[in-house]
């Protein structure tokens, strides 16, 4: 785990920076990847670089939007608001320099500042400071972050380019993350192939031209120790900036699931004549222990007559990930009215795990665990991505347009190979002793029983798309994009295994490429009017598409692409100078040809359903007083499956992971002692409603309520936080897998002492 906090700057600083930002003036500065910064710090110097204004309005011309919106310096407020609504941000995931009060759709902005208010180490204790996000869903394998949004699966990116393979991701820490973007619902015409759920875009700081550098150590409970250290500022050459940002942190975990992760993220910038070029690279080393089983089921819940600290897994299971990700971005301003992005990146990831796969096989049988199974799995994953967007700005009469135009080619190249064994039962399911102790005596095997493969997978995605920013006046907006996309992907197996077949039906047969070509096309369209200064409604169409593409549902093939179909309506509300913002939406998602992973007559295979989520969700961000302020999100939906051919029975139940009810609350009061500002202290409250294991619901895991607290203080280059988890140590789970549930931390605290200069 790690935790890097900036600078308060003292109550007075905090709260006039967010009022700066909430005036709707906020200076913007170009930065690579076609991206501008919000820079609303009232103690940095002006940058000697392009600045517009910005209104209620459309941009004004003579400047134009770009991709990333990015900090000029350290981690703290004075860099960006702590409120996860403020109208006046500048959306990064819309790629055309849209502030969120003109999107006509759900997009929420998660800031460092309000991360590091609750001890957020990793990305995903962050995630539920917006609605209808939660942890879990197919294909979890309890050693890297897997999202559900909306009932629907999300796909995380990192300052726009994707993980790579979908349903074999990483863990994100928060190394020289400046705020998570979170864009509701499917986002395919600007991101291309991508899940219905929606997008998760982590912004990274960027290099700033003075000398700023800070470091942090944390400590606390299950033996966690984590040193975090930054440094940017000039290189002594004109216009060429830097910045290195580093984590090294490790920890003996919960229930003994330790982990240890060595991350390092220099970046340069360069300012030149009409250019701005980044060069970025991401190097990580993450060192994981799985836990597919978690507490395994017992009459339908996970089992109440064993310890949190039960382990049914190998005790000897890791999972081993190197990353490495340069990119390589250009901003060139052709002019006042035109500017073009040139954006690359190569990701080149390898995983090595021994695990134990999840299963409905694998269940309590009287009083023994029976159905287990090892699998080792290697995988090497290679992309390549190269954007080009050109940006224009005009205007037809008295509508402004901000056209985004864009060219992308992606190559996706994964190597897979995996075999499984049967390991032996466990004898008392309720105080569970796993017999293996090493790999002697188990016997690794490829059939039809035992999942396996070795695979050569291989794409190429080809796309074209327009997305227009639209600014009929001042209070009505439109939005609309479309994308055409041509897929070509390959599976060609190394080995032949009994049991899987190809897109036609026939055998997969060693050396025999199963190939399919698509060209779908998607699009999205939506409004908004600012009917009042302080209430906007909107509503919005899109349609998306994803590729089924990936290393887990290879049992079938290359299956034919996942569609989505989403309508959302809502209303924005924002009173008081932006003290109150409260957005509210409705919506309607409909999936069709989902890959599920599920298991007949004892065999794991894939099978393709369809899904549909309808609900509705509401989020506040409220400053109540210059020093009270509270975060809060409810939402509510309804997910079914409306088919499955090859499970009827299944029409009418819940998709694995997705819950009918969250809601979450956050606030802090910032206060003074004998005269002496800074002291803070905050709490929360986490609820997450009932969710099943799989498509059958015969499993669940039930709802819960936790309560956190925080205080710390704050001085002027330095601080102290204390977070507490889990206030009264009750016992819950965080996800449903197929054969148990992911035990949340019992009660848990974490110290934090930072320094920034």
């Known amino acids: 785990m790690l935790h890097m906090k900036g600078v308060r700057k003292g109550v007075a600083v905090r709260h006039a920076n967010r009022r700066i930002a909430c005036t709707g003036r906020i200076a913007m500065t170009f930065v690579a990847g076609a991206t501008f910064a919000a820079h609303a710090a009232a103690d940095q110097p002006a940058q000697p670089t392009p600045v517009l204004e910005q209104g209620d309005g459309a941009i004004n011309a003579g400047t134009l939007p770009s991709v990333q919106v990015k900090a000029t310096s350290g981690y703290g407020p004075q ?17 055309t320099g849209t502030k969120l009060e003109d999107l006509p759709s759900n997009v929420q902005v998660i800031p460092r500042a309000l991360l590091s208010e609750q001890g957020a180490t990793m990305l995903r204790e962050g995630v539920s400071n917006a609605s209808g996000v939660n942890v879990g869903g197919q294909d979890t394998k309890g050693y890297y972050d897997h999202f559900l949004i909306r009932g629907l699966n999300a796909q995380i990116y990192s300052d726009g380019f994707s993980d790579g393979d979908l ?6 820490s928060l190394n020289g993350v400046e705020r998570v973007e979170i864009l509701e619902g499917p986002g395919s015409a600007l991101f291309g192939s991508g899940p219905p759920g929606g997008t998760i875009n982590i912004v990274h700081y960027a290099p700033s031209s003075d000398l700023h550098y800070g470091a942090s150590v944390q400590a606390g409970s299950y033996g966690t120790v984590t040193n975090s250290d930054y440094i940017t500022g000039p290189t002594g050459i004109a216009g060429l900036n830097y910045r290195v940002d580093a984590t090294v942190s490790h920890t003996d975990g919960f229930r003994d699931l330790s982990s240890h992760d060595y991350e390092v993220r220099p970046e340069f910038q360069w300012k030149f004549d009409d250019h701005t070029i980044d060069f970025a690279l991401d190097a990580r080393e993450i060192h994981e222990t799985p836990d597919s089983y978690g507490l ?8 109440g007559s064993v310890s949190d600290n039960a382990k049914y897994s190998t005790p000897f299971a890791f999972a081993h990930e190197n990353f490495i990700r340069p990119t390589l971005s250009d901003q060139w301003r052709v002019n006042d009215f035109l500017t073009i992005n040139n954006r690359f990146s190569y990701l080149h990831r390898t995983l090595d795990v021994l695990g134990n796969g999840d299963s409905t096989s694998t269940k309590i049988s009287g009083d023994e665990v029976v159905g287990r199974q090892l699998r080792q799995q290697d995988d090497t994953d290679n992309s390549y991505d190269y954007q080009l967007e050109p940006v224009w ?11 985004l135009t864009g060219f992308e080619y992606q190559h996706e190249t994964i190597d897979t190979e995996r075999t499984t064994a049967d390991l032996p039962n466990i004898t008392d399911a309720f105080n569970p002793v796993p017999p293996e102790t090493s790999l002697a005596g188990i016997n690794f095997l490829c059939d039809a029983k035992h999942s396996c493969d070795d695979d050569h997978l291989a794409a190429d995605y080809y796309s074209i798309y327009a997305t227009d920013q639209i600014d009929v006046s001042d209070r009505f907006k439109i939005r609309a994009g479309v994308r055409k996309d041509w897929w070509d992907t390959s599976l060609t197996p190394l080995i032949s295994v009994p049991g899987r077949f190809g897109t036609a039906g026939q055998p997969l047969l060693a050396g025999v490429m199963d190939k399919r070509d698509d060209a779908p096309v998607s699009w999205n369209i939506g409004a908004l009017y600012k009917l009042l200064p302080w209430i906007s409604p909107y509503a919005g169409v899109s349609k998306s598409h994803l590729a089924n593409f990936n290393s887990e549902n290879t049992q079938n093939g290359i299956g034919a692409p996942e569609s989505a179909l989403q309508y959302e309506a809502g209303i924005k509300f924002s009173f008081l100078d932006d003290r109150y913002v409260l957005n509210t939406a409705i919506f309607d998602v409909s999936r069709d040809n989902v890959a599920t992973l599920t298991t007949l007559n004892d065999v794991e295979t894939v099978v393709f359903d369809s899904q549909k989520t ?15 302020h509270i975060t809060a999100n409810v939402t509510a939906q309804h997910a079914v499956i409306t088919d499955n051919p090859q499970g009827i029975t299944s029409v009418g139940n819940h998709p694995q992971g997705a819950p009918t009810y969250m809601a979450n609350l956050w606030t802090t009061y910032d206060f003074a002692i004998a005269g002496l500002n800074g002291f803070h202290i905050g709490g929360g409250v986490n609820y997450m409603g009932r969710s099943f294991s799989d498509i059958t619901n015969v499993n669940s895991i039930p709802s819960y309520v936790i309560l956190n607290a925080a205080a710390g203080y704050e001085g002027h280059h330095w601080g102290l936080d204390l977070n507490i988890h889990n206030l009264t140590d009750r016992r819950y789970f965080v996800a449903a897998n197929a054969a148990g549930a992911y035990v949340g931390e019992t009660l848990s605290a974490m110290a934090n002492l930072h320094a920034d200069f």
Not at 167 to 172: A, E, K, V, W
Not at 620 to 625: E, I, P, Q, S
């Open 167 to 172: 349903l074999g991701g990483i863990s994100h």
């Open 79 to 95: 860099n960006e608001s702590d409120g996860i609504n403020d109208p006046k941000q500048i959306a990064t995931s819309s790629k």
């Open 393 to 403: 700005k005009f205007a037809t009469g008295s509508v402004g347009h901000t056209l």
């Open 614 to 628: 309808k609900g509705a969700e509401a989020s506040l961000d409220a400053r109540v007083t210059e020093a009270w």
């Open 296 to 303: 395994l089921y017992f009459h339908g819940s996970p089992s």
